[in-house]
């Protein structure tokens, strides 16, 4: 009896894994809590591979988004998911990644992703306007986050942001910056991004991301003998220069 009994709940208990795994992915997602401003639209496929065309957060769209996970690790009811968005052909970011750890911290690993420099200007509270050309890449080894609530977002990074060919067109002015780089860091919960100094703008500069996607920075603005001429006629709008002939940069 005990045997038949063992034979029935192993048969059930994989009838009833099989039935989860083959429900439509738009059924999934549902049941899906997700922070207010974030869309995510028309999901098909099911939880193998699963297709979303579009992710909305503000004005940021994601196109293109194809999940596939493993048996094994739906198995351990720690789902991993492989993930690759947008394509040439698409607006908005393009790249792939992997994440893990949904019930508990949050690890995203081996992420790469290219994103037009002009997408992130536009969502910048900047002095005045301007257009910048060129894709901002980046590349991130690892980054464990704090999971959705938790008061500290950001648990551990290792990654790069880059600009290689760094251009912005401000007041009819085609300027040419050079390249500029960030490191990532955590900074007392905070996702720290840190442009590299010495570069030809004399900048220095920090953003953070903290929960809740609120967005802050500082840093400032110091003209050297590298400062693209063409960029001294917007530095008024930027504000009066201290003492140390700094430019002041909040966000």
């Known amino acids: 009896m005990k045997k038949w009994f063992a034979y029935g709940a192993i048969f059930f208990s994989i009838y009833l894994f099989f039935i989860i795994v083959t429900l439509p992915a738009g059924f999934i997602f549902s049941f899906v809590k997700v922070p207010n401003k974030l869309d995510i639209n028309n999901v098909t ?3 193998w591979q699963a297709n979303i065309e579009q992710i909305k957060y503000n004005d940021l769209v994601i196109e293109q988004v194809l999940l596939k996970t493993s048996f094994w690790s739906l198995l351990t009811l720690d789902p991993s998911f ?3 968005f947008g394509d ?3 607006k908005g970011p393009e790249g792939k990644l992997t994440l893990s750890g949904l019930l508990t911290n949050i690890s995203i690993e081996q992420l790469t992703l290219n994103m037009s420099a002009n997408d992130i200007a536009q969502q910048l509270a900047l002095p005045i306007p301007l257009t910048a050309t060129g894709l901002v890449e980046l590349s991130l080894e690892s980054l464990i986050l704090a999971p959705l609530g938790g008061k500290n977002l950001c648990q551990q990074v290792k990654g790069r942001i880059s600009w290689p060919k ?3 067109i401000a007041l009819d002015e085609r300027v040419t910056l050079g390249k500029l780089s960030a490191a990532l860091s955590c900074d007392q919960g905070a996702l720290a991004v840190k442009i590299t100094p010495n570069n030809d703008l004399g900048l220095t500069f920090t953003a953070y991301l903290n929960q809740g996607a ?3 920075g500082n840093g400032y603005l110091q003209p050297g003998e ?3 001429n063409a960029l001294k006629q917007v530095l008024p709008f930027i504000g009066n220069a201290d003492t140390k ?3 002041r940069l909040k966000l």
């Open 45 to 47: 496929g099911t939880v």
């Open 82 to 84: 492989d993930i690759q």
């Open 88 to 90: 040439a052909l698409s």
């Open 166 to 168: 760094a251009k912005v």
């Open 214 to 216: 609120k967005l802050s």
């Open 226 to 228: 590298n400062f693209p």
């Open 245 to 247: 002939g700094r430019y």
